[in-house]
């Protein structure tokens, strides 16, 4: 209890690694731009890209921690937001387009 309030945990999701379709996989190695929001998950996308060295994608990075496992890759670009948040994210992307 803090402030008066009580409180619980309650855990209102739960994320997965899931194997991707051949054609899925394709997709995702032959995309331009990816967006990155976990640590988990760039976990998952390193490997990935990995077994497919060659011209990858550009990945953009909610967080200092989402971009470290993919940062031993020769990626086009890695950039992290300037915000862990949505908004910077997307602020992040903008600005890659429009950089081209």
């Known amino acids: 209890m803090a ?19 051949p054609d899925l996989l394709a997709r995702l190695i032959g ?18 890209l990995a077994s497919d060295p060659g ?3 550009s990945v953009l990075c909610l967080s200092a921690a989402v971009a ?18 949505e908004d910077a994210l997307m602020a992040l992307l903008a600005a890659c387009r429009e950089a081209g």
């Open 3 to 21: 402030m008066g309030i009580a409180a619980r945990r309650l855990d209102v999701y739960e994320s997965q690694e899931a194997e991707l379709a």
């Open 31 to 48: 995309a331009d731009i990816i967006l990155a929001h976990s640590p988990r998950a760039a976990v998952a996308l390193e490997r990935v």
């Open 55 to 57: 011209r990858g994608p």
């Open 68 to 85: 470290a496992p993919l940062e031993r890759l020769d990626l086009p670009r890695l950039a992290v937001a300037a915000a862990p948040t």
